[in-house]
Structures are given as structure tokens and as C-alpha cells.
């Protein structure tokens, strides 16, 4: 046994509670280091000898959504944790992500109202909460509440001060996908003065530009998405494509073979 | 009262309320797509099957051809089932299985067909593409066809290579030399003896197309004297290796000369324009069609080409998988833009995975709608991903270049669909479609719309070009408006849809003019023609 196992050995040793409050620890430490494998391991340990500890099974399974390759087994520890703890709002939120994440949709969209009754005055759970409500539902294709659940969540947001821009964003592609697209622009101008640092608000908005042939808007709303998207390979490569053909037709022809040259070596 | 007048409602004049009605069984076509399931989640079994719909005895009315898998891991048909099959359509409403007097039974693992007169005798050959053998097959003119593959030289096997995993396949005239071409549509590099095992959530799945090499497609030109030649390298479209899904042909850019759009699967797509001198360059980055307007390149399955917002030029609809949103590329002045969102296809799309597509005008109001056949890419989808594996089929209604779910009835229950063919196959002037599920007998939906406008079918016979008229573009002036498409049977997914014209005219009982714009040039021009009926025209010497 190496020496953090031996040290843990001697933790489970303890009273249940000392055991749980130092699992927790030492999970959280093991996450830091990037040694998620390990912290599920240390959790799945204290479990055995407090199997009800509704910390534990909340952190097992928090663990593992984020690991794409296990996070179905996150079913078992969130299920386990909302049985135990009905009036645990983030129980139900972890496992409404479960839901989310493995199309059951109608669960997703039932755990996320669940914990948003148990969170009425938490901004960032309403948040959180409504955009996987709205993101759910649009897959259902329940259109009205997916609007209303994502119109709640960006006013949660607004309120914080615009700072997870991914989920307004989502909005935003909720409603250009409905081809709705001045609501969608109203939101992007926002995210751009609120979140200047977030590169799709200022894709969208170039092509938004390039919709209406205001060439020299998309290029330059189309430069800063290019130098805000960093390894996105994506969103990269959108970029690049709405330059090539906007300076192409800007009679910047140096340009756009530099974009296309771009395009062509980066192509799969 | 009330109840009475409400179909009117949603009619209106000249628009029809599209239906169709489910007639497989009635009909006699007992034919089960069979992919020869192991259990060990070989790729080639998701992946089959086409369908074409062809007049083979001239008859007048549209025949079926389908197209079988095999066992695994022989690759051949080693007992009855796995045969692909032919039906003559007797036209009262049934089917006869001709596949035995045909001699089209076939043989190795199918997967796709094309179809075209490559010797221009007037009787449609078939090409049939598979896993470990293509077969074309001549069309003898009295009802059954011969194996002339090895005689023609087209045998989907690139000089000095083996025979690698072909899809699909499509007859055009290239080069305007008055005879057929065939493009054969390749995906991937695969051999059973080393198919990697996939696991998704701990359970056994079909692999992403990323654990295999892509193949580069194959182009034959048609000698004219019952002979191919590859031209793959020296054409250019052998340089490109892609996982190609499905082909499409139009004259894009209206030079004269017929280009390929191919769709290809988490791979840029293709577009291949021809320069008119037997070469073609790849031209999708610079037009706007390799990938989709999010820098995404797609999980492309299906493919049609053809003019959906009525301004004469050729746009391009693709199908893909759950998630994609299938793409709806407008072709424009400057190259296509991606119209998917405007058009509304984003979200009638976006929890569907499909592979047969066609651009078709079911209701004749003058607006092509679209038809997907949908089912999901793994048999075990429930299990891997909390997804159904059968899917119901769509149509989307096209009301001057914007979508709405047509709410079709009739079209039957879910299924794990794949290809599609389109034809009028009871002579109605409505287009049906003929579509394969997996494991599954085919549907036949005809279409029962009513309320739908006129309409126009136009059999062309080409004379200088090719004798079937593929690549030759009709416009129809008719009731003060425009309507453009084109002659093709390569529609969709692996599959052959009748290469006469379709039109839907709307309110107007006469086209005031209808023009034809051969291939390799010649334009023939009808006027004052009467509405709801085939129009054959031959190509003036």
C-alpha cells in the first residue's frame, strides 16, 4: 500500500463523520492535483463504511459527470444521494445533469424544477438550473418553455453581472435556430459589452453583419472572434472562412488567401 | 359545419395538405433489408441500404430495385434473404418480384445503386456498389440484364489496389460527350479481420468514423463502346481521400459542365467543379459548403442538389446526425451561404439522425419540400445513449424558402430507416417515395395529397447528349413564375430516384414556356404547354 493509502486506511478508521469530513479533503485534494481517478477511489472507500453519507455520494457523483467515459455510472451515488436527501437542491441539480447529459430529458427537466423549489432566492442556481431546463426542453421540442426557461436564466445572469456568458450564449443559438434573429443580436450586443472576452458573441455578430453585406462589420467583428477563439478549432475555423470570403469580396484578395490558406491546412 | 370547412383552412387554393398512405404490403414488395447482423458491431451493418426507382422494361411505369446486404463474416449471399431485388410495377397498384428472370439477385455485401443508360440502348443499367464487390449490370432490353463489371472495366478497384469499401455510385456525363460517366462513392478503409472493437458507456457500439482511414472516390469515363476508363488520378478526383455518404450532381455555377457535390461523414465535404476539360477542382472551402456555418464538419450522410428558393440556381441539402442540424446551403452569387437557421431547418432538425433525402414538390404548389428518412446510426442507441433507434419519417413543407413540419400522415411508424427513392410511381402526378429500414421490409408511400397543385413531368431523350438527359436543366415559366430543376438519379442516400422531371405548378393549368438546356449544349424551348401530364421531348438533331 503507498503512503496516501495507508493515511487513508487510518481516516476510515475513525468515526464515520471524521471519516466523511476527511474523504471530502482528500477527494478535493486528489481533484486538484488532476487526479480525478483517484478522488472517486477515495470516495468510493468512505462510502463503505458510511454508505448514507449524502457528501460522499454527491462528490462520487459530481466526480464522475465530469469524466466522459464513466459518467453514466453517476447515476447510481445522485439517485442514492436524492433518496436520502429529498430537500437537497444540489442533489437534484447534479442528477438533473446526469439526466441532461444522457438525453432523459424529461428527468433532466424534472430534477432541475425540483431544485430550483429548494433554491428560491439563489440567483446562480436559477441560473444553472434554467439553462438546463431550457436546453432540455428544446430537445423535447417544448419551444415555449425552453424560451422562458433560458429568457429566466439570462436574467439571473444579468443580475450577477453577465458572468457565465456560455449560457447566454446558448440562448442565443436557441433563438437563431427558430430564426429569431433580432432577439438573438440583442443578447450578443450585450454579451459583447458585458463579456468582451467571449469570442462567439462576436462570431455571431459577424455573421449577423455578413447577412446583411456590411463587409467591412464582418471582417471586423469576424478579427476579433479569430483572435478571441484560442484553440477552439471550430470556432477557428468560422473565422477564418467568414474572412476568406469577406475580404475576397472586399477586393482584399492577399488576405483572403491568407484565411484560405489557414482553411486548407487545418481542414480535418 | 365548422368541422367541414376546416381542411380548407389549411389548403388553400392550390396547396395541398400532404399525405401519404403506406402501401408496401398491398403491393407485394416483401423484400427485407438484411444486413447480416454479428453482433460485433461491424460498421458495413449500419450502413446498407439503397433503393432505386427506374422504369427497366419501358413500360411506362416505375419499377423497384433494392439492394441487399450478406452474411458476415463470408461477405456473400450465401442463402436466400440476402438477395437484392427487383419488382415490376403491373401497375394496379402491385409488384411482381422479377429478380430471378432479371438475373439482378447479385452477389458480395450491397450497399448502394446508381442508375443510367450507359449504352445509350434506351433501357436503364444498374450499378450496384458494396463491401467486397460492384457489379454493373447491363440492362439486355428483353427484361433481364447481364454482368458485363469485368467487361466494362468498372469494377471499383483502383489500379494496382484491392477492392475497398464502396457506398455508393452515380451516372453523369462529365465530359458532354453524349454518354454516361459513373462516379463511385467510397467511405472507408475497412476489413472485417480488423475491425477495432468501440465501447461507448461500457457497452459495445458501432465505432466513430475517426477509427478508420479514408478512401478517395473513383471516376470512370464512359468509352462508348461498353467500356470505362479510370480517370480518378488524371480527373483529379482520385487526389482526395474523404468518407464519402452520399452524391449529388448540378451545374452549380451554370457553365455547362456538371459538378459533384459529395457528402461526407465528421469529414469536410466535397465540391468538385468541373473546368470543362476533363478535370476537377475542389472548390467546397472557397464556395462555402465543406463545412457548415459553425466551422463543424458534420456527420454527412445524404445529399440532393437542386433549386429549393426558386431563383435557378442549384442549393444543397444534406442529411447527419443527432445534433448536427441538417444543412441547408443556398447557393448565392459569390458561393453558398449556410441558410440552415433562416430557412428553419436548424430546429425541425436538430434531434434527427437521417440518411435517405430528397427535394421534392409532394403537394405541386411550385416549392420543393424535403423528405428525410431517418434512424439512428446504432441498433443499440436506447442502450448506449437513451436514444431511440427508430425514428418516423419527416417532410418538411417549403413556403417560399421556409420550412415547417408538414405533419404528413400516412407515412407509417418508426423506423430505422435508410435509403430513399422518388418517382410517381401510380401515375398521379404526385411523387411517392420508396424507402429501406433495417432489418426491415421497404415502405411504398404514395402520395395522397390533395388539394395540391398542377403539375408537370418531363421524360426527356436526349439524342447528342446523353440518351436519359442527366445534367440537363428544365425551366418552366408557368402562371407568371419560375421554376427550375434538373434531370439526376443520384438523389439522397445510396440511392436512385427516376430521372424524369418533376414539376408542381401551382394554380396554373399551362406552362407558358418550357425551356431545356441539354448537356454539351443546345437549348430546346416548348411553348403554351397543357399542365398534369408527362411531357416527352426529345432532343432536337
Redesign the interface.
Known amino acids: 500500500m503507498n503512503w496516501p493509502g495507508i493515511v487513508y486506511a487510518l481516516i476510515l478508521m475513525q468515526s464515520p463523520q471524521v471519516a466523511e469530513t476527511q474523504a471530502l479533503q482528500a477527494a478535493r485534494d486528489a481533484e486538484q492535483r488532476g487526479e480525478a481517478a483517484r478522488a472517486v477511489e477515495i470516495v468510493r472507500q468512505a462510502l463503505v463504511v458510511n454508505p448514507k453519507s449524502v457528501e460522499l455520494l454527491k462528490t462520487e457523483g459530481r466526480l464522475l459527470l465530469r469524466d466522459p467515459g464513466r459518467?453514466?455510472q453517476a447515476r447510481d451515488p445522485l439517485t442514492k444521494a436524492v433518496a436520502l436527501a429529498p430537500a437537497d437542491g444540489e442533489a437534484h441539480y447534479y442528477l438533473s445533469q446526469w439526466a441532461c447529459l444522457?438525453?432523459?430529458d424529461a428527468q433532466c427537466i424534472s430534477e432541475a424544477r425540483h431544485a430550483l423549489r429548494l433554491a428560491p432566492g439563489n440567483v446562480q442556481a436559477q441560473l444553472q438550473l434554467n439553462t438546463l431546463i431550457g436546453l432540455a426542453s428544446?430537445?423535447t421540442?417544448d419551444?415555449a418553455a425552453a424560451d422562458a426557461a433560458f429568457r429566466a436564466s439570462l436574467v439571473a445572469n444579468q443580475k450577477l453581472g453577465l458572468p457565465d456568458p456560455l449560457s447566454a450564449y446558448q440562448y442565443v443559438s436557441f433563438l437563431?435556430?427558430?430564426?429569431k434573429?433580432a432577439e438573438a443580436q440583442a443578447i450578443v450586443l450585450l454579451l459583447m459589452q458585458k463579456a468582451p472576452g467571449f469570442g462567439p458573441a462576436w462570431l455571431e455578430r459577424a455573421?449577423w453583419a455578413a447577412?446583411k453585406g456590411q463587409a467591412a462589420e464582418t471582417a471586423r467583428m469576424a478579427e476579433q472572434a479569430l483572435a478571441l477563439a484560442g484553440m477552439q478549432?471550430?470556432?477557428?475555423?468560422?473565422?477564418?472562412?467568414l474572412l476568406?470570403?469577406t475580404y475576397?469580396?472586399l477586393g482584399r484578395e492577399d488576405e483572403a488567401s491568407k484565411h484560405?490558406a489557414w482553411?486548407?491546412e487545418h481542414?480535418? | 359545419m365548422i368541422l367541414l370547412l376546416l381542411p380548407s383552412l389549411f389548403s388553400g387554393e392550390g396547396v395541398g395538405f400532404i399525405r401519404f398512405e403506406e402501401t408496401a404490403a398491398k403491393a407485394g414488395l416483401s423484400f427485407r433489408l438484411q444486413n447480416g447482423q454479428s453482433g460485433q458491431r461491424h460498421q458495413i451493418e449500419t450502413m446498407v441500404g439503397g433503393v432505386a426507382a427506374l422504369d427497366y422494361d419501358r413500360d411506362g411505369r416505375i419499377d423497384l430495385f433494392f439492394v441487399n446486404g450478406a452474411r458476415i463474416p463470408s461477405l456473400l449471399k450465401e442463402r436466400q434473404g440476402f438477395e437484392n431485388r427487383l419488382y415490376h410495377n403491373e401497375g394496379n397498384g402491385r409488384f411482381l418480384d422479377v429478380t430471378v428472370r432479371a438475373g439482378v439477385a447479385g452477389e458480395g455485401y450491397g450497399m448502394g445503386v446508381a442508375v443510367g443508360d450507359f449504352d445509350n440502348d434506351g433501357f436503364p443499367d444498374l450499378y450496384v456498389a458494396g463491401v467486397n464487390r460492384n457489379q454493373l449490370l447491363r440492362n439486355r432490353g428483353d427484361g433481364t440484364f447481364e454482368d458485363v463489371t469485368a467487361k466494362s472495366g468498372a469494377t471499383g478497384i483502383a489500379p494496382g489496389d484491392r477492392k475497398r469499401w464502396a457506398v455508393g455510385a452515380g451516372f453523369f456525363d462529365y465530359d458532354n460527350d453524349g454518354d454516361l460517366d459513373l462516379f463511385v462513392l467510397q467511405y472507408v478503409d475497412w476489413q472485417l479481420e480488423k475491425e477495432p472493437v468501440c465501447v461507448s458507456n461500457g457497452v459495445r457500439a458501432f465505432c466513430h468514423p475517426n477509427s478508420y482511414r479514408p478512401l478517395p472516390n473513383l471516376l470512370y469515363r464512359n468509352n462508348g463502346d461498353g467500356t470505362f476508363s479510370d480517370v480518378s488520378e488524371t480527373s483529379g478526383i482520385g487526389r482526395l481521400p474523404g468518407k464519402g455518404m452520399g452524391v449529388a450532381f448540378a451545374d452549380y455555377d451554370g457553365d455547362g459542365w456538371t459538378d459533384i457535390f459529395v457528402s461526407n461523414d465528421t469529414f469536410r465535404n466535397f465540391l468538385f467543379r468541373n473546368k470543362g476539360d476533363g478535370t476537377f477542382a475542389e472548390a467546397a472551402v472557397l464556395m462555402g459548403v465543406a463545412f457548415n456555418e459553425h466551422g463543424k464538419s458534420m456527420a454527412g450522410m445524404g445529399v440532393d442538389f437542386r433549386d429549393v428558393d426558386n431563383d435557378g440556381r442549384p442549393d444543397i441539402v444534406q442529411t447527419g446526425m443527432v445534433g448536427d442540424t441538417f444543412p441547408l446551403y443556398r447557393n448565392g452569387v459569390s458561393g453558398f451561404e449556410d441558410h440552415t437557421s433562416a430557412s428553419g431547418l436548424a430546429a425541425l432538425t436538430a434531434r434527427l439522425t437521417a440518411w435517405g433525402v430528397g427535394l421534392c414538390d409532394f403537394d405541386n404548389d411550385g416549392w420543393k419540400d424535403l423528405f428525410t428518412a431517418n434512424g439512428s446510426i446504432l441498433d443499440n442507441a436506447r442502450e448506449v445513449e437513451n436514444l431511440p433507434d427508430r425514428l418516423p419519417l419527416k417532410v418538411f413543407r417549403n413556403q417560399a424558402g421556409r420550412f415547417t413540419d408538414a405533419g404528413a400522415p400516412g407515412m407509417g411508424e418508426a423506423r430505422v430507416h435508410r435509403g430513399a427513392a422518388f418517382a410517381d410511381f401510380d401515375g398521379d402526378g404526385r411523387i411517392d417515395v420508396a424507402v429501406s429500414a433495417l432489418n426491415d421490409v421497404p415502405k411504398l408511400l404514395l402520395n395522397r395529397t390533395t388539394g395540391g397543385g398542377h403539375w408537370l413531368l418531363v421524360d426527356l431523350e436526349g439524342t447528342r447528349s446523353n440518351r436519359d438527359g442527366l445534367g440537363a436543366v428544365v425551366t418552366v415559366t408557368a402562371g407568371g413564375r419560375k421554376f427550375t430543376n434538373h434531370a439526376t438519379t443520384s438523389v439522397g442516400y445510396l440511392s436512385a430516384s427516376d430521372r424524369r422531371v418533376h414539376f408542381g405548378l401551382g394554380t396554373a393549368a399551362r406552362a407558358e414556356r418550357v425551356e431545356i438546356r441539354w448537356p454539351g449544349g443546345g437549348r430546346q424551348t416548348l411553348e403554351n404547354v397543357a399542365a398534369d401530364r408527362v411531357l416527352k421531348v426529345k432532343q432536337q438533331p
Not at chain 1, 437563431?176 to 430564426?179: F, G, T
Open positions: 459518467s453514466a444522457h438525453n432523459m428544446e430537445r421540442g419551444a437563431l435556430n427558430r430564426a434573429d455573421k447577412r478549432k471550430e470556432q477557428l475555423r468560422a473565422a477564418h472562412m476568406a470570403r475576397f469580396q484560405q482553411i486548407e481542414l480535418n
